[in-house]
């Protein structure tokens, strides 16, 4: 999860929170109740709260677990018992559960009533269940997988959409001290078993089918396949998306959710798995992470509650599937007593502008989309200032991909105004922020607000050393409760080390340039394992996408620096047109132009051509570093694991190149 680009050259603001909205902020809240409890600084604003919360670390944690009243039902001897990464050791002793706080509103009689989620598919015709519904079915469905005999730490799969049944899977599964961990139904066989196989599944919650941009799409024959390619299945639970059958051998939803069961919540220790999910796996199998119920527990209420600013009158809305971090994230909403909107369906159906009339239908207060879909909306010329009612919407948050000034400017001139722009990056590694939202700071266009609490983040330079204002390695210096407790399947955790911690022994590497500025805020520039380095100068992809994709000839392009054998260096720039674009001597000039004039002639391409598209993982990510290993030579099959790809003819396009350049 990465968002912004580079700065804009004007220091001046593009939003600022006026007194009124710093006042009423919840972070601001913490930080008085922190002060008074905790000797935190009162006086700073966020920067002194940020360096409190980093220096003194096991107080910060102390002090969230206070304000949003963790129910421990056995006490925690320390807060951080061991702080060496990997291996931190977080609240020992302690016992919670996830669900249980995630449910807590419907034991407010005043709130039971309430929605705590509305669903929208591409009617557009939201629907609600109530807190009280909510919680009824969760304590059903808990009480049938007991009875099926699952127990704490079993692994209970989902093959389904953003529906309001994932929702209530995912927290019947926590309730028991099971482990969650899902796809989204556009995911195929071989994608799906990829993930679902190294963790070894006793039940599969599983759609007949899903409804995407207009069309149904029958999903019967990859679920038999996972039924069959997945033994230690004890259990299979129907929901007819559809409205087909339960096939033989199946157990039906409505039977298994129509009990009246008090809810009973597994008190497990703090650092029980929660649930896994995967990276993207482009390069081999997905790595199967694993995230604790206490360590999530607390992240998230820390980045829902204080960063997003997050509570029982806000409506959280961010377009995403099961298959990506960001529908865990968006489900911890409940955490906060925000009412969490759900939307099942193509981001652009019926036309680019769907999703902000999404936001109109379901009076959201926080909206969070992908950055590709804000560039998109620009292209397309949609004005959802003008053509729907968003006056419920007091911020726009985008990640997936970096943000470029562009999108900023236009968040601010087609949405409103007054409008809090928060980008955001962190990873499915922590399913939370590095950097991002900080409802009581400044947003200049190009930028992150802000390291997150807690989160002592940095930019390090190829010998360790923290840089300001200049181009770094994202590391992390201290534990975050939410990093991964391990990876599914690696015994000894080398792999685990290998991923975060080969470069930099003890501090967390996240793949990721980024620069820290002199005023606090953070700039993301793209993957550091796909970085760009000519003559000794590192550049981000992300600077060059943002610069091309403006051109309106251009749809989306793909950038790829190569060590060639003889010392040189060859970056080719591949552009995927826009309808109609021809890509002749013209345009070539144009687009080298735009690169020189915007950024330096370093970045200016030794090449540009024309290619039938841009491949992406599964959750819409570019995808440069298997692209690099093909350029170089390597046999499709060794540079990239094929179902983690959104379309496998592309690469052999840029396979062809490889073999033509022989």
Not at 295 to 307: M, S, T
Not at 457 to 477: H, K, M, S
Not at 588 to 603: N, V
Not at 608 to 636: D, F, N, S
Request: with cysteine; hydrophobic share 40%; aromatic share 8%.
């Amino acid at each position: 999860m990465t968002s912004a680009a580079n700065p804009d050259p004007q220091p001046a603001p593009l939003w600022q929170p006026d007194s009124e909205r710093i006042a009423a902020a919840r972070i601001t809240r913490f930080q008085a109740r922190a002060a008074e409890r905790y000797g935190a600084p009162a006086e700073g604003g966020y920067p002194a709260l940020h360096r409190w919360s980093v220096e003194e670390l096991d107080t910060f944690w102390q002090a969230v677990a206070d304000w949003f009243d963790i129910r421990f039902s056995s006490p925690y001897e320390a807060v951080l018992a061991d702080r060496t990464m990997p291996g931190a050791q977080w609240f020992p002793g302690a016992t919670l559960n996830y669900a249980e706080h995630a449910l807590r509103t419907a034991e407010d009689p005043r709130r039971a009533d309430a929605p705590a989620l509305l669903h929208v598919d591409e009617t557009h015709e939201p629907v609600a269940t109530t807190w009280s519904e909510l919680r009824r079915q969760v304590g059903s469905l808990a009480a049938e997988l007991r009875a099926l005999g699952v127990r704490p730490g079993d692994r209970v799969s989902g093959y389904l959409p953003n529906v309001p049944q994932a929702v209530t899977a995912l927290l019947a599964s926590a309730a028991v001290g099971a482990v969650w961990t899902s796809c989204a139904p556009d995911f195929g066989a071989r994608s799906v078993l990829d993930r679902f196989q190294q963790v070894e599944p006793v039940v599969l919650f599983t759609v007949d089918g899903y409804r995407y941009g207009g069309k149904e799409h029958d999903r019967t024959d990859v679920v038999a396949e996972l039924r069959r390619e997945l033994p230690t299945l004890r259990a299979v639970v129907h929901i007819p998306l559809l409205g087909t059958p339960a096939p033989d051998g199946t157990l039906d939803w409505a039977a298994l959710t129509a009990g009246d069961t008090e809810p009973v919540f597994e008190q497990v220790p703090f650092d029980h798995p929660l649930w896994v999910l995967y990276s993207s796996g482009t390069t081999g199998l997905p790595k199967a992470i694993v995230q604790s119920q206490g360590g999530i527990l607390l992240e998230h209420f820390k980045q829902l509650g204080l960063h997003c600013d997050l509570g029982p009158e806000d409506r959280f809305f961010w377009y995403t599937s099961t298959g990506w971090m960001m529908w865990n994230f968006l489900v911890s909403g409940l955490l906060t007593g925000t009412t969490v909107v759900l939307y099942d369906g193509s981001p652009g159906y019926p036309d680019t502008g769907a999703q902000w009339g999404v936001a109109e239908r379901t009076g959201a207060t926080l909206f969070g989309t992908s950055a590709a879909y804000v560039m998109a909306c620009r292209k397309a010329g949609v004005r959802p200032g003008r053509d729907v009612d968003l006056s419920r919407v007091k911020g726009v948050a985008t990640t997936g991909s970096p943000l470029p000034p562009d999108g900023f400017r236009w968040l601010r001139d087609e949405v409103r105004e007054d409008l809090w722009i928060a980008s955001v990056s962190g990873g499915t590694d922590v399913c939370s922020c590095f950097a991002g939202a900080v409802p009581t700071l400044p947003v200049h266009i190009g930028e992150l607000q802000a390291p997150c609490l807690g989160t002592d983040l940095q930019a390090w330079d190829a010998q360790g050393r923290p840089v300001i204002g200049e181009v770094g390695e994202l590391v992390v210096t201290n534990p975050m409760p939410s990093m991964p407790i391990r990876f599914w399947n690696d015994p000894d955790g080398s792999r685990y080390r290998d991923s975060y911690f080969d470069m930099f022994p003890g501090v967390w590497r996240h793949g990721d340039w980024i620069t820290l500025t002199d005023r606090g805020s953070v700039i993301i520039h793209g993957r550091s394992d796909s970085t760009l380095n000519r003559q000794g100068v590192r550049m981000g992809s992300a600077d060059i996408y943002e610069v091309v994709e403006r051109l309106p000839e251009i749809r989306e392009s793909l950038v790829i620096g190569l060590e060639e054998p003889d010392g040189g260096y060859w970056m080719p720039l591949f552009v995927h047109l826009a309808e109609g674009a021809v890509l002749d001597d013209s345009l070539r000039t144009k687009i080298k132009q735009a690169i020189r004039e915007q950024l330096s002639p370093r970045h200016v391409p030794d090449e540009i051509i024309e290619a039938p598209g841009v491949p992406h993982t599964l959750t819409g990510k570019r995808i440069e570093v298997p692209v690099k290993r093909l350029l170089q030579g390597a046999a499709l099959d060794k540079a990239v694991n094929p179902g983690s790809v959104d379309n496998l003819d592309l690469l052999r396009f840029y396979e062809d190149i490889a073999r033509k350049r022989r």
